[in-house]
Every structure is written in structure tokens, then in C-alpha cells.
């Protein structure tokens, strides 16, 4: 499986309550950044952009995290796609 951004907008739209568009914001946020290295400034991005607590930062990281984590290991064990 090859994840796009569309995909990966969707994934995170189905496991948390955020709108397609809020999802998107997460997504540019994210893009902005290099991700792994940039745990504070995401989430202080995050927190500002969509009006949320560290806590609900936090949980987002993690599911976004996960996402990302799920992906990486698909390309590992399928590196010329399905």
C-alpha cells in the first residue's frame, strides 16, 4: 500500500472526530515540519491552529504517529507496492 496524502487524510479523519478540513490543516501542519524532529512545534501548531488543549495534542500526535508508523512498515514489508 502507497499512502497519499488523500488517503492519509481520510485514515486520520476515520480515527478521530476532526473534519476532513481540520484534517487537512493537520496534514499541512505536518508537511511544514520535518515530522519526527518536530514533536513540540507540531503540536504547539496544532494547539493554535485548532483550538485545542496539549492533552488533545497529544492523542493526535499519537494516532498521527501510528498512521505514519503503519505506513512505513507496509513499504518495508511490500517496498514495490501491492
Not at 23 to 52: A, G, Q, Y
Request: proline fraction near 2%.
Amino acid at each position: 500500500m502507497n499512502m497519499n496524502k488523500k488517503e492519509f487524510i481520510e485514515t486520520l479523519k476515520e480515527n478521530t472526530s476532526y473534519t476532513e478540513r481540520e484534517c487537512s490543516l493537520i496534514n499541512e501542519i505536518i508537511e511544514r515540519h520535518f515530522f519526527p524532529t518536530k514533536k513540540d512545534e507540531v503540536m504547539k501548531e496544532w494547539m493554535k491552529e485548532l483550538n485545542i488543549e496539549k492533552g488533545e495534542a497529544e492523542k493526535l500526535w499519537q494516532i498521527v504517529s501510528s498512521i505514519l508508523k503503519n505506513e512505513i512498515k507496509n513499504k518495508l514489508k511490500h517496498p514495490f507496492g501491492s
